[in-house]
């Protein structure tokens, strides 16, 4: 990997810390030759300090290590992108990330609907919602429904409807949602069961 580290007079190259599961980004920090040397050698993320003017392992005191999980250089090779698996809090003031942000899984989208789905399910002023009237009806009629929608993701899948099959296993996927909340679950407890089914 080559890194332009002479491309600023103080030789170093900013570092962004992306956490390698969330892809969250946890920090910004800087590097040297030597900086970048010893977090290759060592697999723990260890910065150029402005403040001590000195190399710095972070975690070195709190135990909030960085562990490194993969290393890129940008295209003009002035920038580092580090992937790591965080342990324990990132930032100096006991936060996930330096932007005071929770380092929580997000599915983009579907973690919102998600959060819409928790609301209509807690919040009494939804009452007349489609979703809400679900959960007053209950498990067994949630369950009913992903049974049906799944029924319809079959049938589709035999046709040649494409668009069809596409809202029907739109509507799956809502309902199962649902389904999801009701049980006490999110997307992130099922992506725990399929990890751990890797081999």
């Not at 809090?89 to 100096?92: A, F, S």
């Given at each position: 990997m080559k890194i332009d580290f002479n491309k600023n007079t103080d030789g170093l190259v900013p570092v962004?810390?992306?956490d390698s599961e969330t892809k969250n980004v946890l920090m910004l920090g800087y590097m040297n030759e030597p900086a970048y040397a010893k977090t290759v050698e060592t697999q723990k993320v260890t910065f150029f300090s402005r403040s001590k003017q000195r190399l710095w392992t972070k975690g070195e005191e709190s135990k909030n290590f960085l562990n490194v999980i993969d290393i890129k250089v940008d295209c003009d090779n002035d920038t580092l992108l580090i992937q790591a698996s965080p342990e324990g809090?990132?930032?100096?003031k006991g936060s996930d990330t330096c932007w005071n942000e929770s380092n929580e899984h997000s599915?983009?989208?579907?973690?919102?609907?998600?959060a819409t789905i928790k609301d209509r399910k807690e919040n009494k002023k939804n009452e007349d919602s489609y979703v809400a009237s679900l959960f007053r009806k209950g498990m067994n009629k949630i369950a009913q429904k992903v049974g049906e929608e799944a029924v319809e993701v079959v049938i589709e899948a035999k046709d040649t409807n494409d668009q069809l099959f596409l809202d029907e296993s739109a509507d799956l996927?809502?309902?199962y949602l649902i389904l999801l909340q009701a049980k006490g679950y999110s997307l992130s407890d099922v992506e725990s069961v399929l990890k751990s089914r890797q081999k």
């Open positions: 962004i810390i992306q809090p990132t930032c100096h599915y983009g989208f579907l973690s919102q609907l998600e996927l809502f309902h």
